[in-house]
């Protein structure tokens, strides 16, 4: 079983059809993929329109319940559900003949205990199984229980929605569309898919499709799943024209009748089965946070931050001239005549990472995880609105450290290890999306999330994407592994070097200030920079320090301060603005002290200075989203003098000239006169 961030409840339904029925709710509050792939339908190729793709990311254009199970993490949020979970997409279609993907945030998926049968117990879906629910074709109400089982809410918070039904709403709807699709519940017992992914499935006896009793033909009652996806069509409530509602689903349908799931279960099938035999009802009203009997574990990895790169090169998102697949609005399903679109499957992976493994012998690691206060990476830090992939490697590679990382879209840092919570998820992107700084068209990383490249030591092999079937144009992810590798626990994911939290500092680090790929530093006041070989100055030796040190009580005259300056005391450090935000992680070419910060934060004519973990300094005028702190918090011994007190994970040691705004304590915590923050060019992330 593979660990993932899972927010499950179980919380009891009372209905008119059964005295109680039990049900949980899963969240998926990331979307895996959205792509033209239909594995059910449209096995080994590209499908005819888009899809919105929810759970492992094992997800590939040809795949088997295997392949589900060599998923490593899920978008969704139940530990034991790598199941694949989707609906088409819907575009806003813009009068002068345009379209643009309407948000969605994730889905939910409901469990339920809706249908029966005489002497059978409720079973959990068989291995293997797959299904669909509701006809991409249909664009009228046929009145069938198959397309009652379709059907829309509009969400109007303020009151005044008209009914949920089975077309999509004909009015503006402020806080979105619900797209609902209700399963088949009752199997035959003996198929796992038909030719038309539908008939070895059936709906309940009666006139209602989430409750009932199997019919004899199909007298084995599965657990019921209910597909829930809001569309943000408030986004576009100044953008209606004419005399008709302006969304269309992918595949061309304007009237939302031919709204379709699609389901192909991953459950780790013993547990799904305990929690169908197993559920606890909850009465309705109690908190909709409850784990189920611990079958369920709380949150190791947010559902966000899996996902998969599309294995169809094509736009499918944003404001695009045809539907993808150039499907034509109407009341058919058609091909926009003279449109071509493509048919073959091919990754391009350029929007997610930079290949630099021939031109500067690096390979992408994948998108690793970092934490306020307890950064990833704790050798050198750079922070320049000039930040690109090339320049992080060259900083790093230029100081000895094999392995870069990159967030914020501007911040670079170094080390030669990630420790196991920050390694990346093994197939999955990630949350690396935010472009860097000095170059759009790459990645690096993203608030918590690094854009991580190692120093390749023989074979040079990026990260791969797409794990699954036959179809996939991925494999088993490989990763380069560190040169001084400390071997993994069994635990963890493959392929890294894992190590305590060794702290690596260097004596200087490269500060850039031009769209150079890699620059060095030949004077901080002015900035002027040299190109630099990253390959030719990699074997610089990096100084290791055994870590952070807590320093009981510093002597107060270790600190040399500017004339005028004096110590202020220890204050939290805010992230988005840093609280001290003139210079952020400041760097005059030495190694970290407290002294040395003030000293270059008055030279740059800051009235105020704060180091913070060991290695960071920060100038400003002022403190922003800052308290006093006891003087406790600040007991991190200076990376360059541990003598020297340099702040703590999140504090600050603050020192101020006479010129300095006067600073309102919120507390009465005392500061020792000379107890300096850690200041040095690692970040604490948010």
């Known amino acids: ?200 499935m059936s709906y309940p006896t009666g006139d209602q499709p989430d409750s009932g009793v199997c019919p004899d033909s199909h007298p084995n009652p599965l657990i019921s799943i209910f597909y829930e996806f809001i569309f943000g069509t408030g986004d576009f409530a100044n953008e209606w024209y004419g005399n008709q509602q302006p969304f269309v689903y992918s595949m061309g349908d304007r009237t939302g009748y031919g709204l379709h799931g699609d389901f192909i279960n991953g459950w780790d099938i013993p547990t799904l089965q305990n929690a169908v035999d197993n559920f606890v009802t909850i009465d309705q009203g109690q908190a909709d946070n409850v784990y189920y009997n611990g079958y369920f574990s709380a949150p190791a990895v947010m559902g966000t931050a899996c996902s998969i790169p599309p294995v169809v090169d094509e736009p499918v998102t944003g404001n695009l001239p045809n539907l993808p697949g150039c499907m034509a609005v109407g009341e058919t399903m058609s091909i926009v005549p003279g449109c071509t679109a493509t048919t073959t499957l091919g990754q391009d992976l350029s929007g997610i990472f930079t290949d630099v493994s021939k031109t500067l012998g690096w390979a992408y690691m994948g998108c690793g995880t970092d934490t306020y206060g307890n950064p990833a990476l704790t050798g050198p830090v750079q922070d320049t609105q000039t930040m690109t992939v090339e320049m992080c490697i060259g900083l790093c590679g230029g100081k000895g450290y094999s392995i870069a990382g990159l967030e914020y879209g501007s911040q670079c840092f170094c080390g030669n290890s990630v420790p196991a919570r920050a390694m990346p998820i093994p197939g999955s992107v990630g949350a690396c999306t935010e472009r860097c700084k000095g170059n759009s068209t790459e990645i690096c990383g993203n608030g918590n999330a690094l854009s991580l490249y190692q120093k390749c030591n023989g074979a040079c092999n990026n990260a791969q994407f797409g794990l699954g079937g036959s179809g996939s144009s991925g494999s088993a992810p490989a990763a380069p592994v560190a040169s001084s590798a400390v071997v993994a626990p069994a635990s963890s994911a493959a392929g890294y070097s894992i190590t305590s939290s060794a702290v690596m500092m260097a004596s200087s680090v490269v500060t850039a200030a031009s769209s150079a790929p890699v620059v060095s530093v030949s004077s901080v006041a002015d900035h002027k920079v040299t190109p630099v070989n990253p390959i030719a100055t990699a074997t610089a030796a990096s100084p290791v320090l055994p870590g952070p040190t807590v320093v009981s009580s510093p002597p107060a005259s270790n600190v040399t301060l500017p004339a005028g300056w004096t110590s202020a005391g220890c204050y939290s450090d805010a992230v988005n603005p840093r609280s001290l935000s003139g210079i952020s992680f400041a760097w005059w070419g030495e190694a970290m002290t407290s002294s040395g910060c003030a000293a270059y934060c008055s030279k740059m004519k800051y009235s105020m200075a704060g180091t913070e973990n060991g290695g960071q300094c920060f100038c400003g005028n002022s403190l922003v989203k800052s308290k006093a702190m006891p003087s406790t918090s600040c007991k991190t011994a200076c990376a360059g003098d541990k003598t020297q007190v340099c702040g703590g994970p999140g504090a600050l040691s603050v020192f101020k000239s006479a010129s300095a705004k006067p600073m309102r304590r919120r507390g009465a915590h005392k500061h020792r006169r000379g107890a300096d923050a850690h200041a040095h060019h690692f970040e604490a992330r948010s």
């Open 1 to 200: 079983m593979h660990s993932t961030y899972l927010n499950v409840v179980a919380l009891g339904l009372l209905s008119s059809f059964a005295s109680v029925d039990a049900y949980w709710r899963m969240g998926c509050p990331g979307t895996l993929v959205t792509e033209r792939l239909d594995p059910i339908i449209d096995p080994g190729k590209v499908s005819g329109h888009t899809h919105i793709i929810l759970g492992g990311n094992a997800f590939a254009p040809n795949m088997q319940y295997s392949d589900t199970q060599k998923s490593t993490c899920t978008s969704c949020s139940i530990k034991g559900d790598l199941s694949n979970y989707w609906i088409p997409t819907l575009y806003y279609a813009a009068e002068n003949g345009t379209f643009t993907s309407v948000p969605v945030s994730g889905g939910t998926v409901y469990y339920q205990q809706r249908v029966s049968y005489p002497g059978k117990k409720l079973m959990a879906f068989p291995a293997g199984l797959r299904m669909t629910a509701g006809n991409p074709e249909l664009r009228a109400f046929n009145g069938t229980i198959a397309q009652k089982a379709i059907s829309h809410a509009c969400l109007n918070y303020a009151g005044g929605a008209p009914p949920q039904g089975p077309a999509l709403p004909t009015v503006n709807c402020p806080q979105g569309v619900r797209a609902q699709v209700y399963f088949p519940s009752c199997w035959d017992g003996v198929n796992l898919d038909s030719s038309d992914h539908q008939s070895h």
